[in-house]
């Protein structure tokens, strides 16, 4: 088995900051991926990666950027944070071949 | 534009009802269909997936119903229990998976 972890797991910024999450896996899984998860708006693509240093963008990607540096971790960067992206931030990974999607248990971020 | 829509939005069935939940997309290249089920301050986990060439898939107390032609799928939860209290998204990509869009999800509640 593996898992992945998602830090921090409350995220608190001021509006305008820059803010970064991060996401590791232990699965070894080649692709992973970044969501927006707003209450009544399901999940919402913004970054994936099938490979290290890959980066492909979803529907959500304006006002984001993604890093993936190494195979086992995905970081997102907030660029410039405001209220209205107040929402859970979900880490996934697959496994090459696979269409099956592990999640991580999510950040909650809060913009004051 | 929402490409998969699911129906509807909350749910409460008694323990040992069927609960029935719906979905449908609009692009016809879609043929791998995931469903997701959360659990409060979790991320979302596979439940249950079928692929195009079937119109049915059965897992112990949970099936898909999957009508091509009028690209609707449903998900069929038979003796629903009060652990089955979740909320339940459907998703759906092309043969890959890896771009998989998701339902706003539904919202179901099992009373004892």
């Known amino acids: 088995g593996g898992i992945i972890t998602q830090t921090p797991k409350f995220l608190i910024g001021q509006e305008g900051q820059k803010l970064t999450l991060k996401c590791q896996q232990n699965?070894?899984?080649?692709?992973m991926y970044w969501y927006r998860q707003d209450s009544g708006k399901g999940l919402r693509l913004i970054y994936y990666?099938?490979?290290?240093?890959?980066?492909q963008k979803g529907d959500l990607s304006e006002g984001y950027d993604a890093s993936r540096e190494k195979k086992s971790s995905f970081s997102l960067t907030v660029t410039s944070a405001q209220k209205n992206e107040m929402a859970v931030f979900l880490c996934?990974?697959?496994?090459?071949?696979?269409?099956?999607?592990?999640f991580g248990p999510g950040t909650r971020l809060t913009v004051l | 534009q929402q490409q998969v829509r699911q129906s509807p939005q909350s749910l409460t069935v008694w323990e040992g009802e069927t609960a029935i939940l719906n979905c449908s997309y609009e692009d016809s290249t879609f043929n791998y269909f995931p469903w997701y089920q959360q659990f409060p301050g979790e991320g979302p986990a596979l439940l249950i997936s079928?692929?195009?060439?079937?119109d049915k898939k059965e897992d112990g107390r949970f099936t898909i119903f999957f009508n091509k032609r009028e690209k609707k799928l449903s998900l069929h939860i038979t003796d629903s229990q009060p652990g089955d209290s979740a909320t339940y998204f459907c998703a759906a990509s092309e043969n890959s998976g890896t771009y998989q869009r998701f339902g706003t999800g539904t919202k179901l509640q099992v009373v004892p």
């Open positions: 990666s099938i490979t290290e240093n890959d980066l």
């Open positions: 996934a990974s697959t496994p090459g071949g696979r269409a099956e999607q592990f």
């Open positions: 699965f070894n899984h080649d692709t």
């Open positions: 079928i692929r195009s060439v079937s």
